[in-house]
C-alpha cells in the first residue's frame, strides 16, 4: 500500500546497492535514495513525481523507467519528463560527452550535477534552465549553449563546477 518513497527514506544508506521500488509507487520524494551505492534505478509505470533531488548523490549508471509510464522517459541513460525536462542525468554514468536528446526542451533544477563529464554540449531546442542546472561538476571544462537557451540569469544556474574552462555561446 507504499504510494510514496518519502523525503530522505533512504538517505544516505552508505551500503544500500539495489532496490526494487513496488509497481504501485506514485512519488519519489527528496534525497530519498540519496547518497546510496544504488547504481540503476527502475521507475515504475505509476510514477507522476520524482523530486529533482530524489537520487542526489548516487552513483547511479543509469535510469529504466516502466513501458506504461506516461510521465517520464529514459534516453540513453537519462531520466527525462513527458514534458521534455531534463530530470536527472546520471552521476555514476562514465561518458565523457553529453548531447542533450532532442525531446530535451528544459534542464531542470539539479539535473546535471556530480556528473563525470568533461563536456556538455546543450542542444538548440533546449530554452529553460532551472535553478544550479548545471553544478558541482568537478571534471567539467567544457559548455556549448543551443542557440535557443535564455541567457537570463544563467550565471547562478553554471555553479560549482571547479575545472570550467570554456563556454561557447
Known amino acids: 500500500n507504499i504510494r510514496t518513497i518519502p523525503e530522505q527514506a533512504f538517505f544516505q544508506c552508505s ?32 510514477v507522476t513525481n520524482v523530486y529533482y533531488t530524489a537520487f542526489d548523490g548516487s552513483p547511479i549508471e543509469a535510469f529504466e523507467v516502466g513501458g506504461a509510464n506516461v510521465n517520464y522517459l529514459v534516453k540513453n541513460g537519462v531520466l527525462i ?18 548531447t542533450t536528446d532532442p525531446v530535451i526542451t528544459g534542464l531542470g533544477q539539479w539535473s546535471i550535477k556530480g556528473t563525470k563529464l568533461i563536456s556538455l554540449i546543450i542542444g538548440d531546442n533546449v530554452v529553460s534552465h532551472g535553478d544550479r542546472s548545471i553544478s558541482d561538476n568537478k571534471l567539467l571544462t567544457t559548455i556549448k549553449l543551443g542557440a535557443s537557451i535564455s541567457p537570463t540569469n544563467l550565471a547562478m544556474h553554471i555553479t560549482r563546477n571547479d575545472s ?6
Open 81 to 98: 519528463s513527458s514534458n521534455g525536462t531534463l530530470i536527472k542525468y546520471p552521476e555514476g554514468k562514465s561518458d565523457a560527452t553529453y
Open 15 to 46: 551500503n544500500l546497492e539495489e532496490i526494487t521500488l513496488p509497481m504501485n509507487i506514485e512519488s519519489i520524494g527528496s534525497f530519498a535514495l540519496g547518497s546510496t551505492k544504488i547504481k540503476k534505478v527502475r521507475i515504475p509505470n505509476n
Open 164 to 169: 570550467l574552462a570554456d563556454i561557447h555561446v
